[in-house]
């Protein structure tokens, strides 16, 4: 079973004929990846080093530029060009933690756990949906503030109690 209700983004990559993935440690120095273009064709270089989870996420965030057009073109900086790239990135990330932290899966996990008197944390749906912590930790804020949200630790590194 793939983690994070069975998105898997090699499936998805898999699923766009000019879209490949490649692995270079150059990657490393854009974050642990990036996308370029050539012609028709685009790719996804990884940093070979990443583990599962991290490798996961950034699949995910390159697949969903790719999806959107590819991302923004490089140009000059400037003040909008910095808040409107700013901004795309906020959509993609958020859309990385809806893909592989669907809050329907999420809830459940937080029903389940509270069937047996006990709380989960970030780091816990991390190492359950197999995401690193900031992709979590943004599923988790994305959930909102309804009726889960008493379940979730105020301070960092606290763990959730039910009431």
Known sequence: MTPGGGFDPWRSIDAHRDLLVTFDPVARLMGGGFQVV?????????DPDLDEANRRAVLTHELIHH??????APRQSSTAGDRLISLDERQVEAEV??????GHELKALIRERLAIDEGV????????FCVPLDVAELAVRQLGTGDWSH???QAAGGRAASR
């Open 38 to 46: 050539d012609g028709d064709q685009s790719y996804i270089v990884v």
């Open 97 to 102: 933690a809806r893909r592989l932290v669907p």
């Open 67 to 72: 999806e959107r057009g590819g991302g923004p």
């Open 121 to 128: 944390d970030a780091a816990e749906v991390a190492e359950q």
């Open 151 to 153: 379940h979730w630790p």
